[in-house]
């Protein structure tokens, strides 16, 4: 029986596992934590199937002044850290070229794509349909020129890609979500998507599918990964296990361990807060704040605030500015109560410079696997890019063409 090692229990792990595990494989998943605490557990909650482009780093003038002077809430950044982060922002930035993202968006929305299917076959199989909503999310704008612009790119989108949004007059707003105090200039309504009350418990309940299947979930150390005979090894609190393959899919914290085996892997670190309230009221489908980058998400835990990017030093204090901004503009909306938590969630997500997740073979190291780099988009492609790589691991014929996720792309 073949076997695999799959280093981390995020939403891309467990995707990958439990496509592996389907393909007969004998998994070991490891992980330092429960499945689903960390990155998988600190986004918006939205299966984005509308997303079908990748996020390119702005290029007009006025969107980069914004930023540079701080009066964009998208990206928040630490000055004395910008250097660190210099040279795969250099490298996002060419790679955001109107060609380059083309090219780019092909291969992304050819597997963004399957992102509900996949996602669809192993709610049912968990029996988590309880955490699942499929009226799509909302972005509001407040102000017409903006909202003008949303409606001709979502028509864009439509056109190319069959994507389904439909524009929202500021009463059509009110009356879908009549706990907003106000609806500014409208809102695009993007139909397809899916939302979870609670991402962290769908990591969880896919985590238990993985156990119940057969899979072995266990304690242990990423940096522990190491050549044993014809496979690879990795300690655990139960001891060493051994397989024939290892994947790592550690997000953000890939390119670290792989620099033990000669790689050097640019990436993007975009650090991310997030904070619950006590609503009394609350939203019926997620809602984003196009102008203030924030999404403000129903969730078990209370209506969660989410935030755009941060760029910090690796060990930066957290300093939830943009969470502050994101909070003010939010009460404008909402009657937002008290906060639940004392201090707010940060973590980081993981952005390839070339804006595709690296999925595909080590180049130097036969039965090493690479999975991580899926930017914002992590939650929504795991089980679907874990299908990819579980195909191209298992010699069948994958799902989409998979050159372009390689990790010896050039």
């Given at each position: 029986m073949r076997s695999a090692i799959?280093?981390?229990?995020?939403?891309?792990?467990?995707?990958?596992?439990?496509?592996?595990?389907?393909?007969?494989?004998?998994?070991?998943?490891?992980?330092?934590?429960?499945?689903?605490?960390?990155?998988?557990?600190?986004?918006?909650?939205?299966?984005?199937?509308?997303?079908?482009?990748?996020y390119a780093m702005p290029r007009d003038r006025a969107t980069l002044w914004a930023i540079a002077t701080g009066r964009s809430n998208d990206v928040h950044y630490e000055l004395r850290a910008l250097h660190r982060h210099l040279g795969p922002l250099l490298s996002y930035w060419w790679h955001s070229a109107p060609r380059r993202h083309a090219a780019a968006s092909r291969a992304y929305a050819s597997l963004i794509a399957h992102a509900v299917p996949e996602h669809a076959a192993l709610i049912e199989a968990a029996g988590a349909a309880d955490l699942v909503r499929r009226g799509g999310f909302r972005a509001l704008f407040r102000e017409p020129r903006a909202m003008d612009e949303a409606v001709a790119e979502a028509e864009r989108l439509r056109a190319r890609y069959g994507v389904r949004a439909r524009a929202m007059s500021p009463a059509d707003l009110a009356v879908a979500e009549p706990a907003l105090k106000q609806t500014g200039a409208g809102a695009v309504h993007w139909e397809d998507p899916w939302s979870v009350r609670d991402p962290g418990a769908l990591v969880a309940a896919y985590a238990a599918?993985?156990?119940?299947?057969?899979?072995?979930?266990?304690?242990?150390?990423?940096?522990?990964?190491?050549?044993?005979?014809?496979?690879?090894?990795?300690?655990?609190?139960?001891?060493?296990?051994?397989?024939?393959?290892?994947?790592?899919?550690?997000?953000?914290?890939?390119p670290a361990l792989l620099r033990r085996f000669g790689y050097r892997i640019a990436m993007?670190?975009?650090?991310?807060?997030?904070?619950?309230?006590?609503?009394?009221?609350?939203?019926?489908?997620?809602?984003?704040?196009?102008?203030?980058?924030?999404?403000?998400?129903?969730?078990?835990?209370?209506?969660?605030?989410?935030?755009?990017?941060?760029?910090?030093?690796?060990?930066?204090?957290?300093?939830?500015?943009?969470?502050?901004?994101?909070?003010?503009?939010?009460?404008?909306l909402l009657d937002l109560g008290a906060p639940r938590e004392n201090a707010p969630w940060s973590g980081i997500r993981p952005c390839m410079p070339d804006l595709l997740p690296v999925v595909g073979p080590a180049p130097r190291h036969p039965g090493l696997w690479?999975?991580?780099?899926?930017?914002?988009?992590?939650?929504?492609?795991?089980?679907?890019?874990?299908?990819?790589?579980?195909?191209?691991?298992?010699?069948?014929?994958?799902l989409v063409e998979p050159t372009p996720f390689s990790p010896g792309r050039r």
């Open positions: 799959v280093l981390g229990a995020g939403m891309v792990g467990i995707g990958t596992a439990l496509h592996l595990q389907q393909r007969g494989w004998s998994v070991a998943l490891v992980d330092r934590g429960e499945p689903g605490r960390e990155t998988s557990y600190g986004n918006a909650g939205i299966i984005q199937s509308e997303a079908v482009e990748p599918l993985f156990a119940r299947r057969g899979g072995t979930l266990l304690r242990g150390e990423a940096d522990s990964l190491a050549p044993a005979g014809r496979g690879w090894s990795v300690r655990t609190t139960d001891g060493t296990v051994e397989a024939s393959s290892a994947v790592v899919a550690l997000g953000p914290w890939s993007v670190r975009k650090r991310g807060y997030h904070r619950h309230w006590r609503t009394t009221r609350t939203l019926n489908l997620p809602l984003l704040d196009a102008q203030n980058g924030t999404v403000l998400a129903p969730m078990a835990a209370g209506l969660r605030l989410t935030t755009g990017a941060e760029l910090a030093g690796p060990d930066a204090a957290t300093g939830p500015v943009q969470l502050a901004r994101a909070e003010a503009a939010a009460s404008g690479l999975h991580f780099g899926h930017g914002h988009q992590g939650f929504t492609l795991g089980p679907a890019s874990g299908r990819l790589l579980a195909e191209v691991m298992s010699g069948e014929a994958p």
